[in-house]
């Protein structure tokens, strides 16, 4: 289990030019799971993953890795500690000198493997990862998936317990950005590698994670199960980050609005058809959204009610009797 307890980073501490990165961040990542953690750029997120393994040196706070508290260990104990995660990176990090198969060597031949063993890993994980026809080819010769994937495979080649992900897909066309996703899904999965996802992207962490917490201006706004924060975001910063198809709509805006929000429960039924049927009114669709989150439709609507506050009335004393949830947009 990763614990993050009033952890804090401020760079140039005391001087003109003192940045503060992270502010009292506390969060708990289970064993097996896939956490999120989503933000605008500069928000902090980039420095947050970079303390969970202290490639980044907090300023105050505790970074627990299965009780051992990392910014009290030695540099041996520290090092031998980070065996146990490992990261990928938007730009890859590959060696270009390297083969595919000796990028994914490099991590075993510095932990002391064995050459016979360090082989016989390397090449299971990129059978893992689909390329072990590629084995012999260069980071100049593969695709942005490809070589993402060989990145994987060498973050897994110390069998790690935890695998971190820094804006692992965000230089990757839509397809390719899918199937790394699944790929990250089959590892926790199969493997049981606990992952944490930092992302700007809200697509990202509904595809794959099970928690999110949501970092805004250094400091955590909101956490919670995705399906949760999704269809009820309780901070400025969710909302926009969920609602930010939704923005163009301002524009245009006319009338009384509310977000019908579809909570795995309501998401088949025609629930404008069956609204205008009962209330004989119209509504005027502003927005719509639906994701899939663990297998169950969530989603939410946007749509503007008509000018007649007695329709209005109808409309949503009708949603509340037939269960329906929804939020009157300010």
């Not at 980073?9 to 003192?18: D, I, L, R, S, V």
């Not at 730009?91 to 050459?115: C, H, M, S």
């Not at 942005?144 to 990145?151: N, T």
Request: charged share 25%; net charge neutral.
């Amino acid at each position: 289990m990763i614990e993050l307890k009033n952890l804090s980073k401020t760079y140039n501490p005391g001087q003109q030019n003192e940045v503060v990165a992270l502010q009292d961040i506390s969060l708990t990542v289970e064993d097996g799971e896939i956490f999120g953690i989503i933000g605008l750029s500069g928000a902090g997120k980039s420095t947050l993953v970079r303390c969970i393994n202290l490639l980044e040196q907090p300023t105050a706070g505790e970074v627990l890795l299965d009780g051992r508290d990392l910014t009290k260990l030695s540099r041996r104990e520290l090092l031998q500690a980070r065996r146990s995660i490992g990261m990928i990176f938007q730009d890859f990090n590959l060696l270009e000198q390297r083969t595919v198969l000796r990028n994914v060597l490099f991590p075993l031949e510095i932990a002391g493997v064995k050459k016979a063993d360090a082989l016989a890993r390397a090449r299971e994980l990129l059978a893992l990862v689909g390329l072990s026809e590629k084995e012999k080819a260069y980071p100049s010769q593969l695709s942005g998936g490809q070589k993402q994937r060989v990145a994987i495979a060498r973050a897994l080649a110390t069998k790690p317990r935890y695998l971190l992900c820094d804006e692992a897909t965000s230089a990757l066309d839509p397809n390719t950005t899918q199937a790394i996703l699944d790929l990250l899904s089959e590892i926790n999965r199969t493997l049981g590698v606990t992952i944490v996802v930092i992302t700007h992207e809200m697509k990202v962490i509904d595809r794959i994670c099970t928690r999110v917490a949501v970092i805004d201006q250094s400091r955590i706004a909101e956490s919670g199960k995705v399906s949760e924060v999704f269809v009820n975001p309780r901070s400025e910063i969710a909302r926009e980050l969920i609602l930010q198809k939704e923005r163009r709509t301002e524009e245009i805006r006319h009338g009384k609005r509310i977000r019908i929000v579809f909570d795995g429960t309501t998401s088949y039924r025609p629930v404008i058809s069956e609204l205008v049927l009962a209330c004989q009114a119209p509504v005027n669709i502003m927005f719509a959204d639906t994701h899939d989150v663990g297998g169950v439709a969530y989603g939410h609507m946007i749509v503007e009610l008509p000018s007649d506050e007695r329709l209005q009335e109808k409309i949503t004393a009708w949603l509340k009797t037939s269960g329906i949830t929804y939020n009157e947009e300010a």
